[in-house]
């Protein structure tokens, strides 16, 4: 699977933005897609993530409540809508394709990474 993230900027804080990955090469339906975020100096961390029939999602306390991933498996594209954007939300943010077991929220559990897009929270 390639994936491709788009979207990112800067926003203000409480601003939102949009960030789309899209798939291609094998059947994107069949996969867990999640949203990972680095930020300068730390760790990659999980964000969110949404199973391959849609309805289920998961979100690290950091953004519940603020962010949705969503998917459209007719688009081969998963989403991360981020509202009431935050300084500490600054980071590169990358789309990751899972083979793997529901919830799968560890970067060692998925298969495929895009490229990285990043979003940056204006105080």
């Known amino acids: 699977v390639q994936l491709q993230a788009s ?3 800067l926003v203000q804080a409480g601003g939102s933005l949009s960030l ?22 730390k760790e990659r961390e999980f964000v969110a993530a949404i199973s391959v029939n849609p309805g289920r999602t998961v979100y690290a306390d950091s ?16 989403y991360l809508q981020m509202n009431s954007l935050k300084p500490e939300d600054t980071a590169v943010y990358y789309c990751a394709a899972s083979r793997g077991w529901w919830p799968v929220t560890s970067n060692q559990q998925y298969d495929f990474w895009g490229q990285g897009t990043q979003v940056t929270g204006l105080q």
């Open 7 to 9: 979207g990112g900027g």
């Open 20 to 41: 789309s990955c899209a798939a291609s090469g094998r059947t994107f339906s069949g996969y867990v897609m999640g949203w990972f975020r680095q930020a300068p100096g």
């Open 63 to 78: 953004v519940k409540g603020r962010f949705t991933i969503s998917r459209d498996n007719a688009k081969n594209t998963v």
